[in-house]
C-alpha cells in the first residue's frame, strides 16, 4: 500500500469516527453510567405499612433503566451533562480510528498476498492487528473520557475539567493510573475481530450480488447512495452480533476505570461482578449500548467509505 493510501485510510478513518461520535455522545453517556457502580447509589424509598397501621420506610437501593437514568440526569446535572467527556472522545477517537483503519487496510493488504485473499484469516488478523495498535495508543483518552462521564453533580456546581482529571489520576496512581482498563480493552479485540469478519462477508456479497446484476461491467467501480445505505446496514448487522457476544468486557473495563474502585484486573472483577451483583450485572447498560453503536458504527463505517472512495475517485 502506497503512503497516498495509507494516509487516506487515516484521515477517512478519522473523518467516520469523529462523525459517529458527535452525534451519538448522549446515549455513550447513559451507557457509561449503566455500566457503572455509581449507578446503584440512586437510592429509592419503598413505604411499607405494618399490622398496626403504621408505616415504616425501607431504603433499597435500585439500578435505573435507560430512560430514568436519562431522566435524572436530566433532572439532577442539566442536558450539558450528556455531553460530558465529549472533549477527550473527540481527542481520542479522531487519532484512534484514523489508527485503526490505516493498520486494517495495510495488514490486510499484506496478508492477501500471503494467505488466501479477503478470507477469514485475513480479516480476523488485521482486525486484532489494528485493535491491538489502536487500542495501546489511545487507552489514557478513553479512561479520561470515562471518568468524565462517571463525574456526577447537580446543576451549578462546578464540573471536573480534562485537565484537573488528568491531574487528579496522576496523583492518585501515576502513569499506570492511565492504563486502568487495558486488559479489559485487549479482550474487546475479540467484539472488533467478529464485527469486522461478518461486516466483510455481508459486504462482500453485496458487491457480488451487485456484480451479477449490472449490466456493464465498467459500471461496478462506480457507488451509489444505495451502495452506502447496503455498508451502513453491514456494518448496523455485524455490531449488533459482536457487540451482544462480547459486551460483558465493556462493563469490567468501566469498573476498573472507576476513581478509588475496588475492581484490580480483568477476571477479578469478572468474578466479583457475578458474585456481588449475579450475571444479569455483565449486561448492565447493553440495550443502550446497543442504540448508541448500532448508529454510531453504521455512521462511521459509511463516512469512511464514503471518504475513501471520494479521495481514490
Keep these: 500500500m502506497s503512503q497516498r493510501d495509507t494516509l487516506v485510510h487515516l484521515f477517512a478513518g478519522g473523518c467516520g469516527g469523529t462523525v459517529g461520535a458527535i452525534l451519538t455522545c448522549p446515549l455513550e453517556v447513559v451507557k457509561t453510567r449503566l455500566q457503572s457502580s455509581s449507578v446503584t447509589l440512586y437510592i429509592s424509598e419503598v413505604h411499607l405499612n405494618t399490622v398496626n397501621g403504621a408505616s415504616v420506610n425501607r431504603v433499597t437501593r435500585v439500578s435505573p433503566g435507560p430512560l430514568n437514568c436519562l431522566k435524572m440526569i436530566l433532572q439532577k446535572e442539566g442536558p450539558r451533562s450528556l ?8 481527542v481520542g477517537v479522531a487519532p484512534s480510528r484514523a489508527m485503526y483503519f490505516a493498520a486494517y487496510s495495510n495488514c490486510k493488504e499484506a496478508l492477501n498476498n500471503i494467505l488466501e485473499p479477503d478470507s477469514t484469516q485475513v480479516h480476523m488478523t488485521s482486525a486484532g492487528v489494528a485493535g491491538f495498535t489502536a487500542i495501546t495508543a489511545t487507552n489514557p483518552i478513553w479512561l479520561i473520557k ?25 496523583h492518585a496512581d501515576g502513569i499506570k493510573g492511565f492504563y486502568r482498563g487495558m486488559s479489559a480493552s485487549y479482550a474487546g479485540i475479540s467484539e472488533t475481530v467478529i464485527h469486522f469478519v461478518i461486516y466483510e462477508s455481508i459486504k462482500r456479497r453485496l458487491l457480488e450480488y451487485k456484480s451479477a446484476s449490472a449490466m456493464d461491467e ?75 453503536q448500532i448508529p454510531n458504527t453504521a455512521i462511521m463505517m459509511a463516512t469512511y467509505e464514503v471518504v475513501v472512495y471520494l479521495l481514490n475517485g
Design 83 to 90: 455531553f460530558r467527556g465529549l472533549g477527550p472522545n473527540l
Design 146 to 170: 470515562t471518568r468524565l462521564q462517571l463525574d456526577a453533580r447537580n446543576r451549578g456546581e462546578k464540573r471536573m475539567s480534562a485537565f484537573e482529571c488528568v491531574r487528579k489520576v496522576y
Design 218 to 292: 465498467e459500471d461496478e467501480s462506480v457507488k451509489e447512495a444505495s451502495d452506502f445505505v447496503g455498508m451502513m446496514m453491514a456494518a448496523a448487522t455485524s455490531k449488533t452480533c459482536a457487540t451482544s457476544i462480547a459486551y460483558p468486557h465493556e462493563v469490567v473495563r468501566t469498573r476498573l476505570r472507576e476513581e478509588g474502585t475496588k475492581y484490580r484486573s480483568f477476571f477479578q472483577t469478572l468474578s466479583l461482578l457475578v458474585r456481588e451483583e449475579g450475571y444479569g450485572s455483565l449486561y448492565r447498560g447493553l440495550t443502550t449500548h446497543l442504540f448508541r
